[in-house]
């Protein structure tokens, strides 16, 4: 028997998130401003969330704690027998390009530009960032 048990990967910027499931070519609902969406588990089981991942028969809720954080919910079972991924797989995944969206907005949002991007033989990616001051 499945049910709904949370990842343990927290998230707090939406944006980002959004981004990093485009990059893995997820398709994804979001709720409407004080409106939930409807995330499906085993047997007709459902929760609400601020986000649904869909990945077929199942879905991952991306679920708001009153923290202002995000957790990853999901029938995990059924996630993997349905669509070959692990909750592991998904999580390291989904960190890395979240993580990747993340500093970037940051750095962008202090003024600073990317000026190069590599990705690394051990599959980490290195930013490299300038900031112009004028005098």
Request: proline fraction near 0%; include cysteine; aromatic fraction near 8%.
């Amino acid at each position: 028997m499945s049910h709904f048990t949370k990842c343990a990967l927290k998230m707090t910027n939406l944006a980002a998130l959004k981004k990093a499931l485009a990059d893995l070519q997820l398709k994804f609902t979001e709720a409407t401003e004080s409106q939930t969406v409807t995330v499906r588990g085993y047997r007709g089981d459902t929760l609400q969330a601020a986000m649904s991942i869909d990945m077929g028969r199942y879905d991952i809720g991306v679920v708001a704690n009153a923290d202002g954080t995000y957790d990853l919910t999901a029938d995990w079972w059924g996630v993997e027998t349905t669509k070959g991924v692990s909750e592991e797989e998904f999580q390291h995944a989904l960190s890395q390009k979240y993580q990747y969206h993340n500093v970037k907005q940051a750095c962008e949002d202090k003024g600073y530009s990317v000026e190069e991007e590599l990705n690394e033989e051990d599959g980490s990616i290195r930013l490299v960032v300038r900031k112009w001051v004028s005098e």
